[in-house]
């Protein structure tokens, strides 16, 4: 019988050396691919796992030159990343390039006015998610969405800070189909004497107790209602504050970029309950003559500021809601129609308290308050794009405008998680699912705007979403 016998000493053991970790080799069989597209990310390598993939964030052929014959030459990047894939390439990096004066094509949100900026109000426009003249080919329109609330579950409570605060029971923001009420949202709301107002508010917890047991709030837990702090509050008018209106000192059409002045001025016209302007001819386009100088058209945005206000008077804003002609004739040879622009409400830019209640503590009570959400709608020639529905018209709402408008803008959006996966005809990487939020935001270029709050202008309403009953 063989003994083994335990030379280890009690209390003493070794660790072997552990070897020093080495960087592993890097990939040798991915191709990388550097050209012109039509569209995508500029000068940053993107990984494409299959053709589908690279036409989704760069397009398609991209017309480079034409030949004497008519024979048109395309950019070769597409046509080698499709021969990659087709000859069993199964990864590549695909980089655009550009020249340095590249940029996104910029729009105008349809129907959307941009407030508090640096330059005063102006037309909301965003980008497109890449630079190239794919862009030219984009189209976009605006939605409203309208959520009626219920003003016996909203009311008015004390403030210490003297900010207009509203209290509203946890259950109203069971809305249908829509996030709970959340800072940055816009509410319109109407007062017990009929005037209408807009205001950004700001969502909080209330420590008051709710009224109504048993229900979530989005910010809150069971049972507990919410404060809503008004931040802005802008006032809606059919007519002007005067009556009969004072005349107009000074017209501005707004433009993306802020405002240029305009050449009409005079006294307002009462057109069938809505006010009216004279319109200077030069104001207006001329049919063979093509000129840089601002035009007014039906659809514009308008600022107007009256005579006799005061200085600080920021004035109002407008929607020109029709263009027409009127009795008499300008005095010009050959005689020409006085033509008038007519207005349907007007948006006060100057701040204005709400109007107290009998009391003096609290504004007087609400007769009815709506949510202002919107919806914008997207094509690319004459084919559809993902619509990008349940946005916010300020920050810093999960679903601003500005953070969601221009990955709606890439092809990207038509991919999105929950959706359904494209047919693609290229193997086992045709099921690659493309993450939106993480494909984009390597790439997707920054909003030109700065966090503005913007307000749908005066008559847009063009959907109105009632509550749900379930």
């Not at 590249?102 to 006015?113: D, Q, S």
């Not at 189209?139 to 969405?145: D, E, V």
């Not at 940055?184 to 004497?193: A, I, N, Q, S, V």
């Not at 039906?298 to 263009?323: F, K, W």
Request: proline share 9%; hydrophobic share 40%; aromatic share 6%.
């Amino acid at each position: 019988m063989i003994r083994t016998v335990d030379f280890r000493v009690p209390g003493i053991f070794f660790l072997p050396i552990q070897p020093e970790p080495r960087l592993p080799l890097p990939r040798l069989d991915v191709a990388a691919f550097v050209g012109f597209a039509e569209r995508g990310p500029l000068h940053l390598p993107v990984l494409v796992e299959d053709f589908s993939t690279y036409r989704t964030l760069f397009g398609g052929d991209l017309p480079l030159a034409h030949e004497q014959g008519g024979r048109i030459i395309n950019a070769n990047l597409s046509r080698a990343v499709q021969s990659f894939f087709v000859n069993g390439g199964r990864r590549c990096y695909v980089v655009r390039i550009a020249g340095r004066d590249a940029e996104a094509g910029r729009f105008r949100l349809p129907a959307m006015v941009a407030l508090e900026g640096i330059t005063g109000p102006r037309l909301a426009a965003v980008s497109a998610s890449s630079p190239g003249a794919w862009a030219s080919q984009l189209r976009m329109a605006t939605r409203l969405s309208v959520v009626p609330l219920s003003s016996a579950a909203i009311g008015w409570t004390a403030s210490a800070t003297g900010v207009p605060t509203l209290h509203a029971e946890a259950n109203v923001l069971r809305l249908a189909g829509l996030t709970g009420l959340q800072s940055g949202d816009l509410l319109r709301f109407t007062l017990e004497d009929g005037s209408r107002w807009l205001a950004r508010v700001t969502v909080e917890r209330s420590s008051a107790p709710s009224s109504i047991p048993g229900q979530v709030g989005q910010l809150g837990q069971s049972g507990q209602p919410l404060s809503l702090r008004l931040q802005r509050v802008y006032r809606l008018r059919e007519m002007l504050a005067t009556s009969p209106p004072e005349g107009v000192q000074r017209l501005e059409l707004l433009t993306v970029d802020g405002s240029v002045p305009l050449a009409s001025t005079g006294a307002f016209i009462v057109e069938q309950a809505r006010l009216a302007l004279l319109l200077d001819p030069a104001d207006l386009p001329r049919p063979g003559i093509d000129d840089n100088s601002p035009h007014l058209s039906i659809g514009d945005t308008v600022r107007i500021h009256l005579t006799n206000a005061p200085s600080d008077d920021l004035g109002y804003l407008a929607r020109v809601e029709e263009i027409r002609a009127t009795s008499g004739k300008l005095p010009v040879s050959p005689p020409e129609d006085r033509l008038i622009a007519i207005f349907s409400e007007f948006l006060q830019l100057t701040q204005e308290d709400l109007p107290l209640d009998t009391s003096g503590a609290m504004p007087k009570p609400l007769q009815s308050i709506e949510l202002l959400r919107f919806d914008l709608l997207l094509g690319l020639l004459d084919e559809r794009l993902a619509p990008i529905v349940d946005l916010a018209f300020c920050a810093p709402h999960p679903r601003f405008w500005g953070d969601a408008v221009p990955l709606g803008s890439s092809r990207l959006a038509e991919r999105q998680p929950n959706q359904s996966k494209p047919s693609v005809a290229n193997g086992p990487s045709s099921h690659k699912q493309v993450n939106v939020n993480a494909e984009a935001s390597a790439w997707v270029r920054h909003v030109t705007e700065d966090p503005y709050d913007i307000t749908p202008l005066p008559g847009e309403q063009r959907l109105r979403r009632e509550p749900s009953t379930r």
